[in-house]
């Protein structure tokens, strides 16, 4: 069985590692390319922990919008003391609150999926931490 070329390219890396961080060894070879994937997993981790900050923040914020024009909605009122209201008005609320509502159930859906997928992103981050501690016990 030979090498094919993704084999090589991480042979290469794992070589380039060796000799920059002057090791000598396999086993110490090994755990530095171990390492720097965990690292890399980390650094994955904490991006998609920040996205899924980001896209909670903007459910909530939209679900303040939505707050506001049903209740400007249901209170024209409360709506003129802003803004001058014309025949219709009623309407465009109604339209604005279905297009928030549209926004905000697909930004809660995405941010269902990317929580799923942050879990699982931890698992393996997990696995692959316990693996190292492991190597490094040896």
């Given at each position: ?132 501690a492991r190597f490094n016990a040896m």
């Amino acid at each position: 069985m030979g090498c094919n070329l993704g084999d090589k390219s991480v042979l290469f890396f794992l070589g380039r590692l060796a000799y920059s961080a002057g090791l000598v060894s396999v086993a110490d070879v090994m755990r530095l390319g171990f390492e720097r994937e965990v690292q890399e997993e980390r650094g994955w981790f904490s991006f998609l922990y920040g996205w899924c900050v980001h896209v909670a923040d903007r459910v909530a914020y939209l679900n303040a919008i939505i707050q506001k024009l049903e209740f400007c909605s249901s209170d024209m009122s409360v709506a003129q003391l802003v803004v001058e209201l014309r025949s219709g008005d009623g309407l465009v609320f109604a339209d604005s609150i279905m297009y928030f509502k549209a926004i905000r159930d697909f930004e809660a859906e995405k941010l269902a999926n990317m929580q799923l997928f942050l879990q699982a992103s931890a698992a393996h981050l997990g696995r692959h931490t316990q693996f190292v501690a492991r190597f490094n016990a040896m």
